[in-house]
């Protein structure tokens, strides 16, 4: 893409279908599980009614599954990923790395904020991998994200705004020692 998107954070299908309303291009939620925000998982009911929606005006809705996973989770987020395709996903933003080998996900991953990607070894690891996007870390300098962008040839995303955590993006270890769940 050599074209500005604008993507907007929607924390369920109304708010999305309202950021669409007011311009954006695209929009990204959680699913019922396997997103790093807990409180706002939707079910698949709900993202087939933003995806319906969003795809009558060319908008596009990605689905987040961007937390580490544990080896007894990875059938059960294939599952998810597989259901929220069916209902129109046109993305998934993801972290795990074992996500980029599940069979049967035909749609495009962008490797997620979380995937800590601050320098070209790294942002070539992910499109090797196949990621069809990189979340770019918030924290870069725009010399380092025009060093990336001439390492890579799959699209960049970087935030324009929103929270700046206090750690590196992607290793976050705080909310875990805080609340006893990791932000990853």
Do not use: W
Not at 164 to 176: A, D, F, H, I, T
């Amino acid at each position: 893409m050599r074209v500005l998107e604008l993507l907007a954070p929607a924390r369920n299908a109304d708010i999305g279908i309202a950021a669409i309303d007011c311009g954006a291009d695209a929009v990204y939620l959680a699913g019922p599980a396997f997103g790093a925000r807990k409180d706002a998982g939707n079910s698949i009911e709900e993202i087939a009614r933003l995806c319906s929606y969003a795809h009558k005006f060319g908008a596009r809705v990605f689905l987040t599954v961007n937390t580490i996973l544990y080896d007894n989770e990875l059938a059960q987020a294939r599952q998810l990923m597989i259901d929220a395709q069916e209902a129109g996903v046109d993305a998934f933003i993801v972290q795990d790395l074992a996500v980029f080998a599940f069979e049967g996900i035909n749609v495009p991953l962008h490797a997620s904020t979380q995937c800590a990607i601050r320098d070209v070894q790294t942002a070539c690891f992910y499109e090797s991998l196949g990621a069809a996007r990189l979340v770019l870390e918030r924290e870069l300098s725009i010399e380092k994200v025009k060093e990336i962008r001439k390492a890579v040839s799959c699209e960049l995303e970087f935030f324009v705004h929103g929270a700046l955590c206090v750690c590196y993006s992607g290793q976050c270890y705080m909310s875990e020692r805080i609340a006893g769940r990791s932000a990853n």
